[in-house]
């Protein structure tokens, strides 16, 4: 049974920073593709960042240069950097964990505004 829990999201102003952290539970995390998705009002979920076990990345055209997918093996969890945030990032932000089957976390708030 896989258990993903998000944390670091709030508010933060346009130009500013946060640093989103998920922890899963279970021994499949080493071995699996990790990523972020985020679902602002009235609009689907969108990929954002994802990381392979091996450690290579992707990221949405929106965010390249700005944000920065990482991941810590030993203790289970990833990262997700956000620098030179913009109110168009606002949105819930989720973990994903794929092993077989898609695994998700509860969702983080983001919201950027001065």
């Known amino acids: 049974q896989v258990q993903l829990v998000e944390s670091g999201g709030g508010l933060a102003q346009p130009g500013g920073s946060l640093t989103l952290s998920c922890v899963a539970s279970?021994?499949?995390?080493?071995?699996?593709?990790m990523g972020w998705y985020r679902q602002a009002p009235g609009k689907q979920r969108e990929l954002v960042a994802s990381?392979?076990?091996?450690?290579?990345?992707n990221y949405a055209d929106s965010v390249k240069g700005r944000f920065t997918i990482s991941r810590d093996n030993a203790k289970n969890t990833v990262y997700l950097q956000m620098n030179s945030l913009k109110p168009e990032d606002t949105a819930v932000y989720y973990c994903?964990?794929?092993?077989?089957?898609?695994?998700w976390g509860q969702g983080t708030q983001v919201t950027v505004s001065s």
């Open positions: 990381i392979t076990g091996g450690g290579s990345t």
């Open positions: 994903n964990l794929k092993f077989g089957y898609d695994y």
């Open positions: 279970g021994s499949a995390f080493r071995h699996s593709v």
